[in-house]
């Protein structure tokens, strides 16, 4: 029935085309082709173009009808009714391209007036109708974009700026630029009269950039031109430098001093020394400096426009002279142990402290050597002989120093004094008596008899030749150190003999005990010698033991005959084993435990007379025997009747 009516409908006047398709669409619901136009409002500039694209998709033949309406209010103008003829609506003539395969338009030499709704028809050759709609937002392009500013030359935390940006355009939003970033607002940036009004208060160094608004809105943007500020600071970080960068200078030296501050416009400088005013400029040099150049340095910078002031650091500056002459004294030329000693390290110069060395070492002070005077002096208490060293002061200040070394020899002494030398002499030889004693320097000596004061000698050694019975006594040895005034004293008994002294000597002693090792041996052998002979005889059956032959042997240098003695007299036994040392050593009797043959010995043993113990006593003591083998005896000792082991 609808594709009947719609026939009819087309044959009929064309004028009416539109109304009946307008009526259709609302009996119908306009359902079909929902969303075939974008979502509005679509913008454009005045004077501009807009192109109502539908999604439609292109037919091989033009739609058999397409009708544009515009919509304002509740009235609905005719854009274009396209049928088999074009029919433009009043107002649009010239500015319309329709396309008839997809539905679209285009309108061109756009006004603000052309802003509100379009509507959209599409009958299609199977009777099917296509509508939809969209809205136009026309604007007027952004132009004469204009940009004030109250002050361009500020001060920093003391000026406020405040920008203004105007332009033509219709609904246009503002932008403000700080070089090529944007700009936000913060507690010191605020936006007023909807953003085209920039305030900054205070302005400081980093606002000093170029400055520019930007002007938008959705059809165009445009840019005002920039504005540059020029922000006075300052002075800030007021800094000395010192070259060479030192606060002790040798005396003579030159110095350089240099001032500089962040500060717009460049500061000027004045310089300073303990508060007191010197010179101005931003360089200051002191050449060939003296002592009194010392002080404290420092520059002050300024600012004209910010009309500020900023003192840099102070800067110690200490002009020192040279150390030299350093010298290292003693308070005695002869230092004596047991007495207080000072040694004083002294130089010219400026000298900031000392060190002391003893042999190398650092010195290290205790109870009895203390420093004084902030090292300037040691002091011993006591001297001592272990003082005695090489000592060096090291004079320090912070651009030189030089080191003096001291030889110190404590005198001390003459401690105990000995003598070497015989206590016993024979007469008519030769007496030789040393004396000796520890003494710095080198004591002298001096020899007296006891209780004499006659000088008997003045040497170390003492000789005296051919020696008689008078120098018997006591001689005195006297040392003296003529530095530390001291004397010592030892004495030594002589006694001088004829040679027949009674008493036995250690010499006489140790002659008697290698005779009596002698004898012994002889003993040792000569049983050796009877056992031998037994031997022989004693499976004989004729042997007679009576006739047995007696040992003889000779002590002393007297022998008696043993073989009256009764043949039935009792006899002891005993191993003997003599043993020699090399060398003149002891000899060692040791007594055998093991079974063996023994042979009978008697020896006289009575004692000689005076005469042949004197003759005895004038005889070279017998030499010592070299080492032998063990014998070991096989007969015992008989003595006076009493029996011993040898």
Request: glycine share 8%; hydrophobic share 35%; charged share 20%.
């Amino acid at each position: 029935m609808r594709h009947s009516l719609l026939y009819k409908l087309q044959k009929d006047e064309m004028g009416n085309l539109a109304v009946f398709c307008i009526f259709w669409a609302a009996f119908t619901g306009l359902t079909a082709g929902s969303g075939v136009l974008p979502d509005g409002p679509l913008t454009a500039a005045v004077g501009g173009s807009v192109t109502f694209n539908t999604t439609v998709a292109a037919t091989p033949m033009p739609f058999p009808t397409v009708i544009w309406t515009f919509i304002e209010g509740s009235n609905e103008i005719p854009v274009i009714t396209a049928t088999s003829q074009n029919k433009t609506g009043p107002g649009y003539q010239g500015r319309i391209t329709l396309f008839k395969r997809t539905g679209s338009l285009e309108l061109s030499k756009l006004a603000l007036s052309d802003s509100g709704k379009y509507s959209l028809v599409i009958l299609t050759e199977s009777g099917d109708q296509i509508t939809g709609s969209t809205t136009l937002q026309t604007l007027e392009p952004v132009s004469n974009v204009m940009l004030t500013v109250n002050s361009t030359d500020l001060l920093e935390f003391n000026s406020t700026l405040r920008l203004s940006c105007s332009s033509l355009g219709s609904s246009v939003s503002f932008h403000w630029l700080n070089d090529s970033a944007e700009i936000s607002a913060d507690d010191r940036v605020q936006f007023t009269d909807e953003g085209a009004a920039l305030t900054i208060a205070p302005v400081t160094r980093y606002d000093q950039r170029s400055f520019r608004c930007r002007v938008s809105n959705a059809v165009s943007e445009d840019d005002s031109h920039s504005v540059h500020l020029s922000v006075s600071y300052g002075p800030d970080d007021t800094h000395l430098v010192m070259s060479p960068r030192k606060e002790y200078v040798a005396e003579g030296s030159n110095v350089n001093l240099s001032c500089s501050a962040n500060s717009r416009p460049v500061a000027t400088f004045t310089w300073f020394v303990n508060g007191k005013l010197l010179v101005r400029g931003s360089n200051f040099s002191l050449v060939n400096v003296q002592q009194h150049h010392s002080g404290n340095y420092s520059c002050q910078s300024f600012n004209t426009k910010t009309l500020r002031y900023k003192e840099s650091q102070k800067w110690p500056i200490h002009v020192l002279k040279k150390i030299s002459g350093a010298s290292v004294t003693l308070s005695t030329s002869r230092p004596v142990e047991g007495t207080e000693l000072n040694m004083t390290c002294d130089a010219a110069g400026s000298v900031f402290f000392r060190e002391w060395t003893k042999g190398g070492s650092a010195l290290i002070p205790d109870e009895r050597v203390t420093l004084h005077d902030k090292n300037r002096t040691v002091s011993f208490r006591t001297a001592v002989r272990s003082d005695s060293a090489s000592y060096s002061c090291r004079i320090i200040n912070p651009i030189d120093e030089e080191e003096v070394t001291l030889g110190v020899l404590v005198n001390y002494g003459p401690d105990p004094v000995q003598i070497t030398g015989p206590s016993q002499i024979i007469v008519k030889e030769t007496l030789t008596l040393s004396c000796s004693a520890v003494s710095v320097p080198a004591a002298t000596y001096m020899w007296t008899a006891l209780n004499s004061t006659a000088v008997l000698h003045n040497s170390s050694t003492f000789v005296k030749y051919n020696v008689n019975f008078s120098d018997s006594g006591s001689y005195v040895c006297s040392a003296t150190n003529g530095i530390t005034g001291k004397s010592m004293s030892a004495s030594h008994r002589l006694d001088v003999t004829d040679g027949t002294d009674t008493a036995c000597s250690a010499g006489c002693i140790a002659g008697i005990v290698l005779a009596c090792l002698v004898i012994c041996a002889a003993v040792a052998g000569g049983a050796y010698a009877f056992y031998i002979q037994r031997n022989k005889t004693k499976n004989r059956p004729d042997r007679d033991i009576s006739n047995r032959t007696g040992l003889k042997f000779l002590a002393g240098g007297i022998g008696q005959d043993n073989t009256e003695e009764p043949r039935n007299q009792e006899l002891n036994y005993a191993d003997v084993t003599i043993l020699h040392a090399k060398g003149g050593g002891k000899g060692q009797l040791e007594l055998q435990a093991s079974q063996t043959e023994y042979a009978e010995v008697r020896v006289n043993n009575a004692p000689p007379s005076y005469d042949a113990y004197v003759r005895r006593m004038k005889r070279r003591a017998p030499q010592p025997l070299e080492a032998r083998p063990q014998v070991h005896s096989n007969e015992s000792c008989h003595e006076s009747g009493e029996h011993s082991t040898v």
